[in-house]
């Protein structure tokens, strides 16, 4: 089964990067991202998020309980009710890729190579950030409203989201102000969230509270040189996203968004030190640069400094989507190919 899942997708990969205009072979790359992600079993987190389901909802957010209590309510089982939040994830993920990127096959294989596994595994945060996808693409429409009311949905499926509400007010802070005074806005900003677990709990998000206490205090790396190569990581794709955007002559709406979201987004960098769980908050930034990079390839000369710059973030991208891989045993790669329900029946 591991090893059809590997050939299927290194051939829509191998396709995607042949045709990276092609709609046909868009959309084969979204069945089959839907088929994994819909129909996962198993592997990490899922016991844990199927407890909660069949406990009805009592340990999760607000939104997502209205919805467990409706679907129990209906007699349907934890993995249907995974599947319809994962579809309307991935319909919403396809449809912003769709509408942005001139080469979506590139988007696509980008996500296959980094974002793929750590949102089957951490599915809450994936139907999050969809949303949070979504009220980007809001934002990029001038419908602030929509965008403010989207986050808070967003927030329903995973608290955490709430910083995105964060976003506007932190980006006209940080652009207002010299780099001295907005490291000190982002040092009060850390000490503020290490003490935000009283204020989790006095409002009733215990759930909340528990996640904070364990990503902060007790699930720490081995090591802070591991949370100094997270951090430097995102820093490199950040880094390099910002050059490949500033050095262009000519910026679309979409590029200049994303350079504000990726200023914006350096006040959550430090928490990468804490933690790589923090990495999931950039999860709907990299899906714009990956857009913000696809619409860079063939707008210049061949071996020109701009293509040069976009080959070598692709290459960074599926390089440190290996890398993690085999630095966790592969262990994800049997998380979405050994446990999936469609798979089984099928062969």
Same mark, same amino acid.
């Given at each position: 089964?591991?090893?059809?899942?590997?050939?299927?997708?290194?051939?829509?990969?191998? %396709?995607?990067?042949?045709k990276k205009k092609s709609h046909l072979i868009f959309i084969f790359?979204?069945?089959? %991202?839907?088929?994994? +992600?819909?129909? #996962?079993?198993?592997?990490?987190?899922?016991? $844990?998020?199927?407890?909660?389901?069949?406990?009805?909802?009592?340990?999760?957010?607000?939104?997502?309980?209205?919805?467990?209590?409706?679907?129990?309510?209906?007699?349907?089982?934890?993995?249907?009710?995974?599947?319809?939040?994962? @579809?309307?994830?991935?319909?919403?993920?396809? #449809?912003?890729?769709?509408?942005?990127?001139?080469?979506?096959?590139?988007?696509?294989?980008?996500?296959?190579?980094?974002?793929?596994?750590?949102?089957?595994?951490?599915?809450?945060?994936?139907?999050?950030?969809?949303?949070? *996808?979504?009220?980007?693409?809001?934002? %990029?429409?001038?419908?602030?409203?929509?965008?403010?009311?989207? *986050?808070?949905?967003? $927030?329903?499926?995973? @608290?955490?989201? /709430?910083?995105?509400?964060?976003?506007?007010?932190?980006?006209?802070?940080?652009?207002?102000?010299? &780099?001295?005074?907005?490291?000190?806005?982002?040092?009060?900003?850390?000490?503020?969230?290490?003490?935000?677990?009283?204020?989790?709990?006095?409002?009733?998000?215990?759930?909340?509270?528990?996640?904070?206490?364990?990503? =902060?205090? +007790?699930?720490?790396?081995?090591?802070?040189?591991?949370? =100094?190569?997270?951090?430097?990581?995102?820093?490199?794709?950040?880094?390099?996203?910002?050059?490949?955007?500033?050095?262009?002559?000519?910026?679309?709406?979409?590029?200049?968004?994303?350079?504000?979201?990726?200023? &914006?987004?350096? /006040?959550?960098?430090?928490?990468?030190?804490? #933690?790589?769980?923090?990495?999931?908050?950039?999860?709907p930034i990299l899906i714009m640069s990956y857009i913000v990079v696809?619409?860079?390839?063939?707008? &210049?000369?061949?071996?020109?400094?701009?293509?040069?710059?976009?080959?070598?973030?692709?290459?960074?991208?599926? *390089?440190?989507?290996?890398?993690? +891989?085999?630095? $966790?045993?592969?262990?994800?790669?049997? &998380?979405?190919?050994?446990? #999936?329900?469609?798979?089984?029946?099928?062969?």
């Open positions: 089964m591991i090893a059809l899942g590997i050939t299927i997708t290194l051939i829509l990969i191998l %396709l995607g990067l042949v790359q979204c069945l089959w %991202l839907w088929i994994i +992600q819909a129909f #996962n079993c198993g592997g990490m987190d899922y016991k $844990t998020n199927e407890l909660i389901y069949h406990d009805g909802g009592v340990a999760t957010e607000w939104l997502a309980d209205i919805f467990i209590r409706f679907f129990l309510k209906m007699g349907i089982d934890y993995m249907w009710y995974r599947a319809f939040w994962a @579809t309307v994830a991935i319909l919403i993920i396809e #449809n912003v890729i769709w509408k942005y990127s001139r080469k979506p096959c590139l988007v696509m294989i980008l996500y296959y190579a980094f974002l793929w596994a750590d949102n089957i595994a951490q599915c809450r945060f994936f139907w999050a950030s969809s949303f949070v *996808l979504l009220a980007f693409h809001f934002m %990029l429409e001038s419908k602030k409203k929509l965008y403010y009311i989207v *986050l808070v949905l967003a $927030t329903g499926f995973h @608290t955490s989201s /709430f910083i995105y509400l964060l976003f506007p007010l932190v980006y006209k802070i940080l652009i207002k102000n010299s &780099t001295v005074k907005n490291i000190g806005i982002i040092g009060m900003e850390m000490l503020f969230f290490s003490g935000v677990v009283p204020i989790l709990n006095f409002i009733g998000m215990r759930y909340a509270a528990d996640k904070f206490v364990y990503y =902060l205090y +007790q699930d720490n790396y081995s090591s802070i040189i591991v949370g =100094l190569c997270f951090l430097g990581m995102y820093a490199v794709f950040f880094m390099m996203i910002y050059w490949i955007i500033s050095r262009s002559k000519e910026k679309s709406e979409i590029d200049i968004f994303t350079l504000r979201i990726i200023n &914006t987004a350096v /006040f959550i960098l430090p928490f990468l030190l804490f #933690n790589s769980n923090f990495g999931r908050f950039f999860r696809s619409n860079r390839i063939g707008k &210049t000369k061949p071996y020109s400094l701009s293509n040069l710059s976009v080959a070598g973030f692709c290459f960074i991208t599926i *390089l440190a989507g290996i890398v993690l +891989q085999y630095k $966790t045993n592969w262990f994800a790669i049997d &998380t979405m190919f050994a446990n #999936n329900y469609l798979l089984q029946h099928i062969f």
